[in-house]
């Protein structure tokens, strides 16, 4: 049977689509799918997706920044409730008293240090006060010998404050293996000198130090210097074999890079990773290999960890914040502290001390990220307090200062 053309065109155009993302095929009798959507229904689609997924972020971040004020809202108490060290771990001021004459190396160490002590003894001329952090009943024994075993001289300049580490975990009294600052402010309450030379165990004075550092704290003490002047040492690392006696010599490792400055690029191997570098900032190491008088450098970040000597006789020198008894922050925030109550920080250009290359130590013990994400946050607390708004960029510049809070702070200090 033949069908006329006029037959098959009506029956064709009785055929409608299944959808109407169907279209008729240019082939007579087939269809295809058309799967497009329209332009219209598709600027539709993409316009709610990208508001939902704006709706999301929006949502995200506002639970993230409650998170963080409803942590930090209650962080002090945490760790009041956690940690409870020997000492109140809030405290924050000194013990005051009377000085004499004089500089005093304040430094602290666990007892498989204490042959560092030993060869500080033998490298610094005047006294010497150490807080050591014993663990159990092994490293009271390690202390008592090695008292015994130190010449007559060297004990009559030595003054050492012993801190029996308690049990360690959940049920003990503190999960921090080594509570530095607080170790720091026990040492310092022995100091009777005017003085105090705050330094790491493992550092090693240059050559003619002790006497450099009476100088500077004679003339301090007669007016040539302010009483709100925080003498800085340059510190550096030096390869064990270096013999630096001078800073020619040092200058000259440096050279055929067998030294370098602390937590700067350099020399391999190492024992001290390379850090922010806001710390080589602040001592400006160029400036310092030309220059044969002192000069003052501003804190314009967070993280610098100068060795500073301090005059403890003015009541404004703070202890080290006790609350920082986790690994990090712990001498960024003296410094900090110390620039916020007003003081200046001079450069000594004659004078330094290197760190010989030792296998890395065995800090972080039981601090986990955990404890490393709250030693950040309690910094962000402290900055506040003190009156710094925040912190940004690798090199955690200082960006804001709010001066009324600033005055408030150094009024009650007395400063």
Known sequence: ???????????????????????????????????????????????????????????FYVGWRYRIWETQRGW??????????????????????????????????????????????EEWDGN??????????????????????????SLNRLVIARWRQPPFGPEGRTNSLYPANFLRNLAIDKVRTRSAFLIDVDFHPSKGLYRKL????????RGVYGPKTAFVIPAFEIHAS?????????????????????????????????????HVYFIDYPKWYKTSEPYERRVEYVANEPYVMVDLSNRCVPAYDERFFYRGSDKQEYTHHLHVLGFKFLVLPDVFIVH?????????????????????????????????????????????????????YRNNWGC
């Open 214 to 221: 009476l100088k500077y704290d004679e003339d301090r003490a």
């Open 356 to 408: 010989r290359w030792h296998a890395p130590s065995n800090w972080l013990g039981g601090d986990t990220w955990i404890r490393q994400d709250r030693v950040y946050k309690l910094l962000m607390m402290v900055l506040r307090e003190r009156g710094n708004w925040r912190k940004s960029g690798r090199g955690r510049r200082l960006i804001g200062h709010n001066k009324q809070k600033v005055e408030e």
């Open 76 to 121: 002090l108490d945490d760790l009041e409730n956690e940690e409870d060290l020997v000492m109140d771990m809030t405290n924050n001021t000194r013990t005051r008293k009377s000085y004499v004459p004089g500089v005093t190396l304040v430094t602290h160490l666990t007892t498989n240090r204490l042959d560092s002590l030993r060869e500080l003894l």
């Open 242 to 278: 270096v013999v630096t006696d001078s800073k020619e010599q040092l200058i000259e490792a440096i050279q055929r890079k067998r030294a370098k400055p602390v937590l700067a690029e350099g020399m391999e191997p190492r024992s001290i990773v390379e850090y922010d570098p806001a």
């Open 1 to 59: 049977m033949v069908m006329h053309v006029p037959a098959f065109n009506a029956l064709w155009r009785s055929k409608k689509p299944e959808n109407k993302y169907m279209k008729r095929s240019s082939s007579l009798g087939q269809l295809r799918a058309y799967v497009a959507p329209e332009p219209r229904r598709k600027r539709s689609l993409i316009l709610r997706a990208t508001l939902i997924c704006l709706l999301c972020v929006a949502l």
């Open 128 to 153: 010497l006060t150490a807080a050591v952090a014993e663990l159990g009943m092994e490293g009271v024994l390690a202390t008592d010998a090695f008292l015994d075993s130190l010449p007559t001289d």
